[in-house]
């Protein structure tokens, strides 16, 4: 019991899988796709607008922060789908269990890894979210509602991910098993 309730018996794995997202090159193209979306999205918004007013303000925030949710339930399951289900493929998980790491530690490490990986993903989203603040019409408490929604929804989409790839050992099925259980939590997310 205390080795689950002490913070740093997640690091190791932590480190892990650190230097091994650090050296996916993915990692770099999801981010550029991701700004070209959001500047299309932007541009796209701003296209009928030819004076900047509250209105504007209101439907860039709105139309970005809904292009950001949509954006988390499609890359968040992607992210964790195949964290499990890798180790158990490839045969590290049973190396894993043999070291003094709880599985505990192991699915905290995991998925502390991930949710600092969709973070960089969010922060991309970050300026164009911004801008619309800075016109006017918006107050601190429309951005950080959008923002915890955003925040809920990363972690339910990531937690999906990590559900599916403890169930399949298969990357396809992980993958598919995510989706499905994203759309599921998703459906309910909306009606709470």
Not at 56 to 81: C, D, E, K, N, Q
Not at 153 to 161: D, E, H, R, V
Request: with cysteine.
């Amino acid at each position: 019991l205390r080795e689950m309730s002490d913070p740093t018996a997640a690091m190791p794995i932590i480190v892990r899988e650190l230097g091994v997202e650090a050296r996916h090159s993915s990692n770099y193209l999801i981010r550029l796709l991701s700004i070209v979306l959001f500047a299309g999205a932007f541009a796209l918004l701003l296209e009928d607008q030819p004076v900047v007013s509250e209105s504007m303000s209101i439907r860039l925030f709105a139309g970005i922060h809904t292009l950001a949710l949509a954006g988390i339930w499609m890359v968040g399951p992607i992210l964790t789908a195949d964290s499990l289900s890798r180790e158990r493929r490839e045969g590290t998980l049973g190396f894993l269990f043999s070291t003094k790491l709880t599985p505990q530690a192991i699915v905290l490490g995991k998925s502390f890894v991930h949710l600092v990986r969709a973070l960089t993903l969010w922060c991309v989203a970050l300026p164009f979210l911004t801008i619309p603040f800075v016109l006017g019409g918006l107050t601190w408490l429309d951005v950080l509602s959008a923002f915890s929604l955003q925040g809920c929804t990363l972690l339910l989409a990531l937690s999906c991910g990590l559900v599916a790839s403890s169930l399949a050992k298969r990357p396809a099925l992980a993958l598919l098993l995510a989706y499905l259980i994203a759309f599921g939590a998703s459906i309910l997310f909306l009606h709470i």
